[in-house]
């Protein structure tokens, strides 16, 4: 890691560099005391999160304990391209989203608007022209487009229709942080030691390695049937697939990894049968993104670890 980056990092925390819907950044403080105890002893050295999203816990393990193997993996294409070029290309990135910052805070607000729009539609139209094998120009100019929208778009919410089009409509920030080139040179540090690939949950956690931790935090489950939002990505994330990733972390616990998961503390109780024999935690937690202002506030989510309190069983 060359001396700037270790300087960005030293000075000032790294932090998310996109704000997503379930994002962690705001339990982080309870997550400290939570993390396993063979972790803080430095008995592990591979770290695993197949939901990535905003990465909020990703950056908290690499910057507290000693982890030299990571891998980071989502299914939307488009968030793993992004974390990709941030690793490889942060430079160029930088670049980009400064001449869209430029471009975007010198216009009016019905400047602004039309300038938000145009880019999501380029982004939509576009998806199917950039992916792993096209030149490194257009993946730099995606990622940039992506973080662009994700800065401006309304209350920071990435939302996909059923085609997979990013759909979110325009917000009405008057000075939004579209380029922090100090915190993306961090981030691009820090995911130096990590391998980024899109791949789902299954195919993430087969043959982890020893000494791992595993942290898990897949689209919530609905705490009704009218507050569902798992369009971080095209497809579903109902209660089979749910089940279907708790037998894998019976299978992960008998191999000896350590296990965190996170969820949402539903009333019929789903999660304290799906993972009974597991000591489960509930943390008070904020909504912050909602289209429905009212509906933003404090809920209940719950945490199951392979160990209680910090260190394994």
């Not at 487009?145 to 994700?150: G, P, S, T, V």
Request: charged share 20%; net charge positive.
């Amino acid at each position: 890691m060359c001396a700037l980056i270790k300087k960005a990092i030293n000075e000032k925390p790294v932090k998310p560099f996109l704000k997503w819907a379930g994002g962690k950044r705001q339990l982080l403080h309870h997550f400290a005391g939570m993390y396993p105890q063979v972790l803080q002893e430095g008995k592990i050295i591979n770290y695993y999160e197949p939901f990535l999203g905003s990465g909020a816990v990703f950056f908290d393990i690499m910057q507290r304990f000693s982890i030299e193997n990571a891998l980071l993996s989502d299914i939307n294409s488009d968030l793993v391209l992004t974390y990709q070029v941030i690793q490889a290309k942060v430079a160029e990135l930088t670049d980009v989203l400064l001449k869209h910052e430029k471009k975007y805070l010198a216009l009016n607000d019905t400047g602004r608007q039309h300038y938000f729009y145009e880019q999501r539609t380029l982004f939509n139209q576009e998806k199917l022209l950039v992916n792993s094998g096209t030149q490194t120009a257009k993946r730099v100019a995606r990622a940039a487009r992506l973080i662009f929208l994700n800065r401006t778009c309304y209350n920071g919410l990435f939302r996909v229709n059923a085609a997979g089009h990013f759909n979110t409509p325009a917000g009405d920030y008057k000075k939004p942080s579209i380029c922090d080139a100090e915190n993306l040179l961090a981030v691009s540090g820090l995911l130096g030691m990590a391998t980024i690939k899109k791949a789902g949950f299954t195919t993430a956690l087969k043959n982890i390695r020893p000494a791992s931790f595993v942290y898990l935090d897949p689209p919530y489950r609905p705490l009704s049937k009218t507050a569902s939002f798992t369009a971080y990505s095209k497809g579903a994330f109902g209660d089979e697939q749910q089940s279907k990733l708790a037998g894998i972390y019976r299978q992960l616990h008998e191999k000896g990894a350590a296990l965190m998961l996170s969820n949402s503390d539903t009333k019929d109780k789903f999660f304290d049968r799906l993972y009974t024999g597991f000591h489960i935690s509930r943390v008070p937690a904020r909504r912050l993104i909602n289209a429905d202002a009212s509906k933003r506030g404090h809920v209940q989510e719950i945490v199951v670890t392979n160990y209680d309190g910090p260190g394994l069983c």
